[in-house]
Nanobody, 124 residues
Framework: VQLQASGGGLVPAGGSLRLSCAAS????????VAWFRQAPGKEREFVAA???????YYADSVKGRFTISGDSAENTVYLMMNSLRPEDTAVYYC???????????????????WGQGTQVTVSS
């Protein structure tokens, strides 16, 4: 199982980016898939998730600005990020796992498979 995250870059505040997480060795059907981020000197934090049952979850800090979605083939998941802020600057990681219970969706330790991360930098 491999996850490949891409789409990061440098954008001005208020701009948009779409991150992609491509899977090989599995499809995201029946998997919980999530995005986390880690800024320098900070712990990895939850951003968004699509639970295997279809429910969507977002961190309060990104709600209304970020959207998690998947393609019809269920082998790529996206994170559309709008109205970006300097505090969104971080390395973004995608992660997946087939057996997460609903109450653990926001916990990074629940996920067994991780992508390599993609840098997002938002300038003020």
């Amino acid at each position: 199982v491999q996850l490949q995250a891409s789409g990061g870059g440098l954008v001005p505040a208020g701009g948009s980016l779409r991150l992609s997480c491509a899977a090989s060795g599995l499809t995201f059907r029946r998997q919980t898939v999530a995005w986390f981020r880690q800024a320098p000197g900070k712990e990895r934090e939850f951003v968004a998730a699509r639970w295997r049952g279809g429910n969507l979850y977002y961190a309060d800090s990104v709600k209304g600005r970020f959207t998690i979605s998947g393609d019809s083939a269920e082998n790529t998941v996206y994170l559309m990020m709008n109205s970006l802020r300097p505090e969104d600057t971080a390395v973004y990681y995608c992660a997946t796992d087939p057996s997460i219970i609903l109450s653990s969706v926001r916990q990074s330790r629940s996920y067994d498979h991780w992508g390599q991360g993609t840098q997002v930098t938002v300038s003020s």
